[in-house]
């Protein structure tokens, strides 16, 4: 398997997670998004969307990070990153997704560059707008978390919620983003990094970062 990833990347950071948490290895493929890196000919070749993360396993080319967790657990099902109940599998995507479709969102790059590029916020306007979508998203996740407290998003083992709350604090830690409204959150964190999968695939470890 080949990942095209970028370090910062939040998304890409969820499908280094499920790899490592499955134990699979892969090839790190860098696609800079800062230097445009996604638009150059050799990206476009493999990728429709020019997003990454872009995950090749053989002839198949997978885009969009949930897709991409979701076959992983499919085609290598242990550890499982989805409950095996209805109720818990619906639990977990719903935490998943009120971070990858709520607030991810709304803060990637593309969207803070159309801020300033083309609406000319302010670098502090932009920063403004970001904490504002983490701090008030992160509320929804925190009441989730507070109807069935467990050592993770779901449970005692890692799903697919966990590998999407972790890089959505490194991006907020980043942003200086105001965490202490969320304990429930910021605990879970903490367990999850506690842990190889999360540590050793964080942005700071990747080939690309500098």
């Not at 979701?70 to 209805?86: F, G, I, K, N, S």
């Amino acid at each position: 398997m080949q990942l095209h990833s970028y370090f910062r990347s939040s998304a890409s950071y969820r499908v280094r997670i499920a790899l490592a948490l499955k134990g699979l290895d892969y090839d790190y493929l860098p696609v800079h998004l800062v230097k445009g890196e996604q638009s150059a000919a050799r990206f476009v070749a493999v990728s429709v969307s020019r997003l990454v993360p872009l995950l090749e396993d053989g002839d198949a080319r997978l885009s969009q990070s949930m897709a991409i967790i979701e076959y992983l657990d499919e085609t290598h099902p242990q550890p499982p990153l989805l409950p095996a109940d209805a109720l818990g599998r619906a639990r977990v995507r719903a935490i998943a997704q009120d971070i990858a479709c709520e607030i991810h969102p709304l803060n990637n790059l593309r969207v803070l560059r159309y801020l300033t590029h083309d609406l000319k916020l302010s670098e502090d306007d932009k920063n403004r707008w970001y904490r504002h979508w983490v701090e008030s998203g992160l509320e929804a996740v925190e009441r989730q978390l507070a109807t069935l407290p467990g050592r993770y998003c779901h449970g005692d083992t890692p799903t697919l919620a966990d590998c999407c709350l972790v890089p959505q604090i490194f991006n907020a830690q980043r942003f200086e983003c105001r965490t202490s409204h969320v304990p429930q959150v910021m605990r879970v964190f903490e367990a999850c990094m506690a842990l190889d999968a999360f540590a050793k695939t964080q942005p700071s470890a990747c080939p690309d970062a500098a």
